[in-house]
């Protein structure tokens, strides 16, 4: 089930039944501690996971990628993280919604000054809704960037309507400082390909 990505590093996907796109989970370790990383629930999962490491937490990259993570939260008792909305411009009301919608009351929102588990820090992306986990030498997306070819490229915004009605486009600038500032080496992304190491030369 479980792909290795780099040391301390797998993924596990599917292919969405809706739009045919592969969904990409990551589980990272450290420590015999594990996290959990926008997971799709899978069959099975919960045991694979306790025979790499201790379920420590499960975090959300995007509201869009709740996927199974407040289901395998509650079946791990694991704390649940989702992004602050006000640090990723969302809508307040919509997003109290969501979370009474999907059970999350049990969840905590999370900034960029959150201490979240491993170590792993948070960083907003400027325009996407969607907060990059930086954990060790990697950064990790939920949709802002992806590896085809072992090639770096970027999801246009379309599915964030501006306050004009009109559809945003995203470009490399939105993520391109922040592989700079983090020094990371790699790209762990929800879609498409990781990028295990070289991502500095790609920008």
Same mark, same amino acid.
């Given at each position: ?5 780099? #040391? ?13 796109? *592969?969904?990409? $989970? ?15 629930? *899978?069959?099975?999962?919960?045991? *694979? ?46 997003? /109290? ?7 999350? /009351? ?6 960029? $000054? ?29 949709? $802002?960037?992806?590896?085809? /070819? ?16 009109? #559809? ?23 879609? *498409? ?11």
């Amino acid at each position: 089930m479980f792909e290795p990505i780099a #040391k301390n590093i797998f993924r596990w996907g599917t292919i969405d039944g809706e739009s045919g796109i *592969m969904m990409y $989970s990551h589980l990272l370790l450290k420590d015999g501690k594990a996290v959990l990383i926008d997971p799709l629930a *899978m069959p099975r999962l919960n045991q *694979m996971i306790k025979i790499l490491g201790v379920p420590e937490a499960v975090i959300m990259t995007n509201y869009p990628h709740l996927r199974g993570s407040p289901l395998i939260s509650r079946q791990l008792n694991i704390p649940l993280f989702f992004p602050d909305i006000t640090e990723v411009d969302e809508d307040e009301a919509l997003i /109290n919604i969501f979370i009474d919608l999907y059970n999350m /009351n049990h969840g905590q929102q999370y900034k960029e $000054s959150t201490n979240l588990p491993l170590g792993i820090r948070a960083y907003v992306i400027p325009g996407r809704r969607e907060m990059a986990l930086e954990f060790n030498d990697y950064l990790i997306v939920g949709d $802002s960037a992806y590896g085809i /070819n072992e090639k770096l490229n970027f999801y246009p915004t379309g599915i964030w309507p501006d306050d004009t009605g009109s #559809k945003a486009r995203v470009t490399s600038d939105a993520l391109n400082p922040l592989i700079r500032k983090t020094g990371a080496r790699g790209l762990l992304s929800g879609h *498409m390909e990781d990028i295990p190491s070289g991502l500095q030369e790609l920008i």
